[in-house]
């Protein structure tokens, strides 16, 4: 499972709100067995390596016991950036999977679908878009193969609220 994190911010200025959202995903990540995928963010082009990003950003929060947890998962490979997908997500990352509180119909999935595609091997990534709009209804639901609505009930969670839940979520349904 990858925690995808779409900019829906600016796409040209590096925002606090960026940092923060992976500063913030990288403690749920560890404590999940997941990984962390970036899209579209508008890192300093000195920032060349996720553990020069997972450096930089340790050194400016407080969150995750000072970027340690960040750090972690930029040694162990588990941080990923991307650009925008222009035609997709990156199809290494599995299964997209766009969390929204207003699933497609015949996309929509919840979390015991989900825990069984990990069951049976099957990757998937899950997009949080940041940013008061959330992901874009134009270019970047068509591109989920899955909707999940982790409420199951239309209700609009914060984005870090959505980080910390969804995966915790799909972990109470993995078969130990």
């Known amino acids: 499972?990858?925690?995808?994190?779409?900019?829906?911010?600016?796409?040209?200025?590096?925002a606090e709100a960026h940092r923060r959202a992976i500063?913030?995903?990288?403690?749920?990540?560890?404590?999940?067995?997941?990984n962390v995928a970036t899209f579209g963010f508008?890192?300093?082009?000195?920032?060349r390596t996720p553990q020069q990003l997972a450096a930089w950003v340790?050194?400016?929060?407080?969150?995750?016991?000072?970027?340690?947890?960040?750090?972690?998962?930029?040694?162990?490979?588990?941080?990923l950036t991307f650009d925008f997908p222009r035609r997709g997500f990156p199809p290494q990352l599995g299964d997209v999977v766009v969390t929204t509180n207003r699933p497609?119909?015949?996309?929509?999935?919840?979390?015991?679908?989900?825990?069984?595609?990990?069951?049976?091997?099957t990757s998937f990534v899950?997009?949080?878009?940041?940013g008061p709009h959330g992901l874009d209804d134009r270019d970047?639901?068509?591109?989920?193969?899955?909707?999940?609505?982790?409420?199951?009930?239309?209700?609009?969670?914060?984005?870090?609220?959505?980080?910390g839940a969804a995966p915790a979520l799909i972990a109470a349904h993995l078969s130990s």
Request: hydrophobic letters at 45%.
């Open 104 to 121: 497609d119909a015949k996309k929509a999935v919840d979390a015991v679908f989900l825990a069984r595609l990990l069951d049976q091997g």
């Open 58 to 79: 340790s050194g400016t929060t407080s969150i995750g016991e000072e970027g340690k947890y960040l750090r972690e998962l930029a040694e162990a490979g588990r941080l």
């Open 1 to 14: 499972m990858t925690l995808g994190l779409y900019n829906s911010y600016d796409p040209v200025k590096f």
């Open 140 to 163: 970047v639901l068509p591109l989920g193969r899955y909707h999940f609505d982790l409420t199951g009930r239309g209700i609009m969670l914060e984005t870090a609220t959505a980080i």
């Open 126 to 130: 899950l997009v949080f878009g940041l």
């Open 42 to 47: 508008p890192f300093d082009r000195d920032l």
């Open 23 to 34: 500063a913030r995903a990288a403690p749920v990540a560890l404590a999940f067995d997941a």
